[in-house]
């Protein structure tokens, strides 16, 4: 079996900051990491793999710059077999949509028989490149999944929803997207690290996906959405401190604040 997880560098968003002209994130000098969700995407992939145990391997497959490359050799050193990156000017400026479309033309060129992603990047929070990669793929998706059980020619996975679960089966080809508790992502090994550097990361360039891509569906021309503003997540004030209060009367005052916000 050929397993593909997509995976996005990100900046880390502890140290993210706006660029007060723009609006928009700046990146310059920002530590990058791989995408926490993804990471999860990776250990199932993992795990998956050496549970088959029939030659099947794991793919991680990146759309960036060529520093993504970074990201691809971390994945590659945690256990993964091949990397890919999909990179080229073509590509710049993609939103969701178009960046679904080069993915889904990379997946075509490269093979799979299950495809996972992270549920959402952190920069960007939009959960939507996943299910987008599965509609043009024209495969079966389940988002949000917590936990893989292999059954036949498919998987009996769990959803998070909400206040409840879904517990569903699926046939390979198909889409996962991760949520973190699908899997603790395993650290990178000194051997692994040894290997990663030895392996070759193949390159994708626009040339090599021209004949399923169509230029005007890529980059900024084939993207209907553009942002508008980023900013950074507000502070919480800090909450009221009960001082100087019994038991009783510290839980008399919770409960009349809580009757006030119509809480209870």
Do not use: W
Request: with cysteine.
């Amino acid at each position: 079996m050929k397993i593909v997880v997509c995976i996005k560098q990100v900046p880390d968003t502890s140290e993210v900051e706006i660029d007060p002209k723009t609006n928009t994130l700046i990146r310059t000098g920002i530590p990058v990491i791989i995408n926490p969700d993804d990471k999860s995407g990776i250990e199932a992939a993992l795990t998956l793999r050496d549970q088959l145990g029939d030659g099947s391997t794991v793919t991680a497959l990146s759309m960036g710059p060529p520093q993504a490359e970074q990201a691809l050799r971390e994945a590659l050193a945690m256990g993964c077999d091949e990397g890919v990156l999909v990179s080229g000017r073509e590509f710049g400026g993609s939103d969701t949509l178009a960046t679904s479309t080069i993915l889904a033309a990379a997946l075509q060129e490269i093979g799979y028989d299950l495809i996972i992603t992270g549920r959402q990047a952190i920069d960007g929070d939009t959960a939507q490149v996943g299910p987008q990669i599965a509609e043009h793929l024209g495969i079966p998706q389940v988002s949000y999944v917590e936990e893989i059980q292999l059954d036949g020619d498919g998987l009996i996975v769990l959803r998070q929803f909400e206040d409840r679960y879904h517990r569903l089966r699926v046939r390979f080809p198909c889409l996962l997207t991760a949520i973190g508790e699908l899997g603790e992502p395993r650290y990178m090994t000194v051997a692994g690290i040894t290997a990663s550097g030895e392996k070759d990361v193949k390159v994708l360039s626009f040339a090599d996906l021209s004949s399923r891509l169509d230029p005007a569906t890529i980059g900024l021309k084939g993207s209907p959405t553009s942002v508008v503003r980023s900013y950074t997540k507000e502070p919480k004030a800090q909450g009221t401190v009960l001082k100087g209060l019994t038991a009783d009367q510290a839980v008399d005052a919770i409960m009349a604040r809580l009757h006030e916000d119509h809480l209870l």
